[in-house]
């Protein structure tokens, strides 16, 4: 993936066939942040606390399924990849490229999570149940790298720079 123009409300960017299939399969995998790893507060344990966090839960998990067919149908519109000779072009707005990272951060958190949060020096074995969150953790950070970049973010996580 790589920036090939910028545009008053958005970015172009180039994608080869394979980039462009990583990309969809990588946003399928959203939302991968459990409900119940988000809380209201850290505060003892009461009838209302459990209710209000139940609440909370329900209403990320409606939030989080909107999100995850608004976000798939986007990537999915017909205008939205160009092709061109090399592969595809994606054209977003600004929002769209924030949209897009938080729902790659929600993946890549997620995967993490799965992983048993490891430290980057002690990530586990992949194993067949694990594989899925590696190749989700690692992708994840890449385009997020790439749509920082274009928003002029240039520090690259010690995830992607590997």
């Known amino acids: 993936?790589?920036?090939?123009?910028?545009?008053?409300?958005?970015?172009?960017?180039?994608?080869?066939p394979r980039e462009k299939l990583l990309l969809?399969?990588?946003?399928?995998?959203?939302?991968?942040?459990?409900?119940?790893?988000?809380h209201l507060n850290k505060e003892g344990k009461s009838a209302?606390?459990?209710?209000?966090?139940?609440?909370?839960?329900?209403?990320?998990a409606e939030h989080r399924a909107e999100n995850r067919r608004l976000v798939l149908a986007m990537l999915d519109e017909p205008k939205r990849f160009r092709e061109t000779k090399t592969g595809f072009e994606l054209k977003?707005?600004?929002?769209?490229?924030?949209?897009?990272?938080?729902?790659?951060?929600?993946?890549?958190?997620?995967s993490w999570l799965a992983l048993g949060e490891p430290e980057h020096e002690e990530m586990?074995?992949?194993?067949?149940e694990n594989a899925k969150y590696y190749f989700a953790l690692e992708i994840s950070g890449?385009?997020?790298s790439f749509l920082l970049e274009a928003l002029g973010v240039s520090e690259k996580s010690e995830w992607a720079a590997e």
Do not use: C
């Open 124 to 128: 586990p074995e992949v194993t067949e």
């Open 92 to 110: 977003l707005t600004h929002s769209e490229v924030e949209w897009l990272l938080q729902v790659l951060n929600d993946v890549r958190v997620g």
């Open 1 to 16: 993936m790589k920036l090939i123009r910028t545009l008053k409300g958005g970015f172009v960017f180039r994608l080869s």
């Open 48 to 60: 209302k606390a459990d209710e209000n966090q139940r609440l909370l839960e329900e209403s990320l």
């Open 142 to 144: 890449l385009f997020q």
């Open 24 to 38: 969809s399969e990588t946003v399928k995998f959203y939302p991968l942040v459990p409900a119940s790893h988000h």
